[in-house]
């Protein structure tokens, strides 16, 4: 059974940084490409970083270019992403998803993840 489960997420005052972690089991993660994608209260899913599979290509949404890093060590399973500078707005649950695509990962939509782990929650104070 393929399970991806996330870690990492917490409370943290604006500025700081978090790590969060998306480890994966019961598939051959090193042909999947693996996405973060983040839901706030009353607004609409983002796809906010993800990394191609065998080319590491990432993707960045604008909104965290610059201050989040996406990464992946194949040998653990698992994919990382550095949050720096975090701000209020950043709050959301955050969600690892994983397909095996095609084209670069930046271009496939939430739903054409089939894979999902259950989320982990990251708050930014003010």
Known sequence: E??????????VQAGGS???????????FGG???????Q?????????SCI???SGITYYADSVKGRFTIS???????????MSSLKPEDTAIYFCVAEILALSCGLYS??????RGKGTQVT???
């Not at 978090?18 to 051959?28: E, P, R």
């Not at 999947?32 to 983040?38: E, V």
Request: charged share 20%; proline share 2%.
């Open 32 to 38: 999947y490409a693996i996405g973060w994608f983040r």
């Open 2 to 11: 393929m399970q991806l489960v996330e870690s990492g997420g917490g409370l």
């Open 72 to 82: 992946r060590d194949n040998a653990r399973n698992t994919v990382y992403l550095q």
């Open 124 to 126: 930014v104070s003010s």
């Open 110 to 115: 939430w739903d054409e993840y089939q894979n």
């Open 40 to 48: 706030a209260p009353g607004k609409e899913r983002e796809k906010v």
């Open 52 to 54: 191609s599979s065998h």
């Open 18 to 28: 978090l790590k969060l972690s998306c480890t994966a089991s019961g598939f051959s």
